[in-house]
């Protein structure tokens, strides 16, 4: 057996087998471009590692809509909780979870396929978001940042309209690239939650308050845990755009009630 290298990284103390690995632990969220365009190539390139993602059964359930309209983007960046970041983006995709498109394909074969159900949407939303993340990782090779924007999910009868959106496609997620500002290099990665907080053996474990607080701990940083789960409660699970996202998933989740 052929043991991997490891090396370790003297700014974060991580140790590190190869250069993929190496642009994982690094990716984080950009929101702040410079104005360098992405080259078409690279875009390409980015699409193609997309589709070659993993995927359920081979059926690949998703359809990526490159966003290129300006105005489209503007409204976008609007209705997505008012990130005028998103009109910025050098490279806008749209990762739609897609039922519809193998429904059709089984009733024109006179297949009498049933309807779509909560199942069939699940399974295409991760393939949708393996897809995405596969995205994200081959722009970050090429020193390419990116953001997630979930509130796509939001205000369903606005996205619905804007982008043509038919009965059993869902919008799992925005991505928005760009080479990102020198800043944006340098800002330290958001802490993750310690390993011991998240991999556990064989079945889910009991976790306890203690526990509990103890592992805010890695995002509360200096903050004392339960004051920070107040504001953080407040600013993010009470808000109003989790209230509107819980209600338009709703929404979506109607038409696959078989």
């Not at 519809?100 to 393939?127: M, Q, S, T």
Request: aromatic residues 10%; neutral net charge.
């Amino acid at each position: 057996m052929i043991k991997a290298k490891r090396k370790t990284d003297l700014k974060t103390g991580i140790n590190v087998m190869n250069e993929i690995l190496r642009q994982l632990y690094d990716r984080k969220s950009v929101r702040v471009y410079t104005e360098q365009a992405i080259e078409e190539e690279i875009v390409q390139e980015i699409l193609r590692a997309a589709v070659m993602a993993p995927t359920a059964g081979n059926q690949q359930l998703y359809t990526i809509l490159r966003i290129t309209d300006p105005s489209l983007l503007e409204k976008l960046a609007d209705t997505c909780d008012h990130q005028p970041f998103i009109a910025k983006g050098k490279l806008v995709l749209l990762f739609c979870a897609d039922c519809r498109k193998w429904y059709e394909a089984f009733r024109i074969a006179g297949c009498e396929p049933r309807h779509p159900g909560a199942g069939d949407l699940l399974i295409a939303v991760n393939d949708a978001l393996i897809a995405a993340q596969n995205a994200v990782v081959a722009a970050q090779s090429y020193g390419i940042g990116s953001c997630y924007i979930g509130d796509i999910m939001e205000n369903i009868e606005i996205h619905r309209d804007l982008l043509g959106l038919p009965d059993y496609v869902f919008p799992a997620a925005l991505l928005v690239f760009g080479y990102p500002t020198e800043q944006q290099k340098e800002r330290k990665k958001p802490e993750r939650f310690a390993m011991e907080h998240i991999v556990f053996e064989n079945r889910y474990p009991y976790i306890g308050e203690a526990e509990l607080l103890e592992m805010m701990k890695n995002k509360s940083g200096k903050e004392e845990p339960v004051s920070w789960l107040q504001a953080f409660c407040r600013r993010k699970y009470n808000s109003d755009f989790a209230r509107e996202l819980t209600r338009s998933v709703g929404k979506y989740l109607e038409q696959f009630k078989e």
